[in-house]
């Protein structure tokens, strides 16, 4: 269902013809003395750099490349041309991401604030445009700090990286765009499949509440119009259930989501009031399900094996943002040719050109929140509302199968035995099910699991036979530790969970370079290489109780060289050799 036009865009899955990219040239300043604000730069203010958003300044694509420095707050400005057309229309504008704090203003006058680096969010600014000036200016300031109580993700808390923590991203790091809707919009629309009943349940919010609103929808699968309705909408939120099922009736199958063949339905949304059109979006949705059945997990009612790869997300010259749409595609790509059937996307919540490309190549997805690295009452606070508008954008994408609150215990160390921090994990399992009870949760992935629907255990052992030997037996090994942690915390009792190998690997090839490392010794070449990664893959086949693995990881980041691929995306061995080890046992 891949639309290039709809992939070049900052928002695929939740498309509106009239968008206007905000990408390019900002003005741009370092308020290292905080005088921004008591001086009003909102209003008036001489900038002495520009920077190339959405690039942070930090990476080498900004245009300023300023890694070992470290600047807290951040100014953008920029006008865009007003037209004319524009009259009469409601104008939306809208931040894929800003890093970590960001508070707006539209010719000078405010027009909102948000808090959160990974999450987007938007703002109507119809009532501060000037409709007699050419342009619309507007003007960003930006919070970012190197505390450990903040949600940070990668992104090391000092200006030197180690281990697997990477340089920071401050500021603007995702896509800048403007919307014109004719008038109210459609905020959001929740698409529920149950390939059960073959049914969707689409619940809508508005901007605004219709006084005599109508919506009219209709559905399309391989560009062919299925369905139709029209619904008299009368409040904010509204609720719709309609039928997917196969019109023939002796074949009633419906078309079905899943790795190999990622079916998608297209859904054409309008809403009009008093006959006049207030907005227009075009998304979709997959027909799937998945599930856990006692020890396993089912996919569409079979058995998934999972077989995937840790995805960081971190590029040479552009660091957490990707160079350009294309650049998420060809990792989505990659890791497809060398066998995987999804990844885990760690520590990050990507680009939603990423998810809109999972789920037209059939790619399955873990989204992860990114972690904060100590637990206090201000950064639980930070993480729910982080984590809620993580699952409330990104809830309509069937290439998401589980969400991952939280990695090895990062920002809740003490969960092994600390009754607060067991509570806030299970709290985060709860919420997660109230908020979308259709995918997997794995709580705390990697050891010292709360409540969970499968177990995530991270092992980097690289020598098979000690490998198999720990693992041979899967009830020893949750009553007890496979790398030092205990399987599962205090507050927890394994009950037969799924079991996932969801870290391991972390082979590096030998570089001639002391600062750069993978797990254990370097393999000295390819050759090598090689064999360590097929001895670790025979050795995982050999383990059948386990639902699958996550292999780390995609590419080389930083110091951290353990990828498949080099950091500008060469494979370390032939695509196919690779693939062929990922085939064999599994």
């Not at 619940?203 to 005599?212: A, K």
């Not at 690997?505 to 600062?515: N, S, T, V, Y």
Request: proline fraction near 4%; hydrophobic fraction near 35%.
């Amino acid at each position: 269902m891949f639309d290039e036009k709809k992939g070049n865009s900052p928002r695929p899955d939740w498309y509106r013809e009239g968008w206007i990219d905000l990408n390019g040239s900002w003005q741009f300043e370092f308020d290292d003395a905080g005088k921004g604000m008591e001086e009003g730069w909102y209003q008036e203010h001489a900038y002495s750099r520009t920077i190339q958003v959405p690039f942070c300044f930090q990476s080498k694509a900004s245009g300023i490349g300023l890694k070992k420095e470290a600047h807290t707050c951040l100014w953008y400005e920029r006008q865009t041309p007003l037209k004319e057309e524009m009259r009469g229309k409601r104008l939306w504008l809208h931040f894929g991401a800003v890093d970590y704090s960001a508070i707006v203003w539209i010719n000078g006058k405010y027009a909102g604030a948000h808090k959160g680096g990974f999450t987007s969010h938007s703002y109507e600014i119809t009532p501060y445009i000037d409709w007699e000036k050419a342009y619309i200016r507007i003007t960003v300031a930006c919070q970012d700090s190197y505390g450990v109580t903040q949600i940070r993700g990668k992104q090391h808390w000092n200006l030197d990286t180690d281990r697997c923590w990477y340089t920071a991203t401050s500021g603007i790091w995702q896509n800048v765009w403007l919307e014109v809707t004719p008038g109210y919009r459609i905020e959001q629309a929740r698409l529920t499949p149950d390939i059960d009943e073959k049914t969707v349940e689409m619940n809508l919010r508005f901007s605004q509440c219709p006084e005599q609103g109508k919506l009219v929808w209709k559905l399309f699968f391989q560009g062919k119009e299925k369905k139709q309705g029209a619904v008299a909408l009368q409040c904010l939120r509204e609720r719709i259930l309609f039928s997917v099922e196969n019109e023939d009736p002796i074949d009633n199958k419906i078309h079905l989501w899943e790795p190999g063949q990622p079916n998608l339905y297209e859904l054409i949304l309008e809403v009009y009031e008093k006959d006049k059109l207030q907005d227009r979006v075009e998304t979709y949705f997959g027909m799937r399900k998945i599930e856990r059945k006692g020890s396993r997990i089912y996919l569409n009612h079979y058995p998934l094996y999972q077989k995937l790869v840790l995805d960081q997300g971190y590029w040479q010259e552009t660091l957490m943002t990707p160079p350009d749409g294309q650049a998420l595609m060809q990792d989505l790509k990659l890791a497809q040719a060398m066998g995987f059937n999804g990844v885990r996307k760690h520590q990050k919540i990507e680009d939603p050109r990423f998810l809109y490309y999972a789920d037209c190549m059939g790619m399955l997805v873990w989204e992860e929140m990114p972690s904060a690295y100590a637990f206090c009452q201000d950064g639980v606070q930070a993480f729910t509302q982080e984590y809620t508008e993580m699952i409330e954008r990104d809830y309509n994408h069937p290439c998401i199968i589980a969400w991952v609150p939280f990695n090895e215990s990062w920002g809740i160390r003490d969960v092994l035995w600390d009754k607060k921090q067991q509570m806030f994990a299970k709290s985060m399992y709860f919420l997660t099910k109230a908020l979308d009870d259709s995918r997997l949760v794995s709580t705390n992935d990697g050891w010292e699991a709360v409540q969970t629907d499968m177990i995530g255990i991270h092992d980097y052992e690289d020598d098979p036979e000690k490998l198999l030997a720990v693992y041979a037996c899967k009830e020893e090994l949750m009553a007890y530790t496979a790398v030092g942690k205990m399987i599962c915390s205090e507050d927890f009792t394994y009950t037969d969970e799924p079991v996932l190998l969801s870290e391991f690997g972390g082979i590096a090839i030998e570089d001639g370079r002391q600062e750069s490392w993978g797990y254990h010794e370097k393999a000295k070449d390819a050759r090598v290489f090689k064999e360590k990664l097929e001895g670790l893959l025979q050795a995982v086949g050999k383990l059948t109780y386990l639902s699958g693995y996550c292999y780390t990881q995609l590419t080389d980041v930083e110091q951290e060289t353990n990828g498949l691929l080099y950091a500008d995306r060469t494979p370390k061995l032939e695509l196919e050799q690779i693939r062929e080890i990922f085939h064999k046992k599994v």
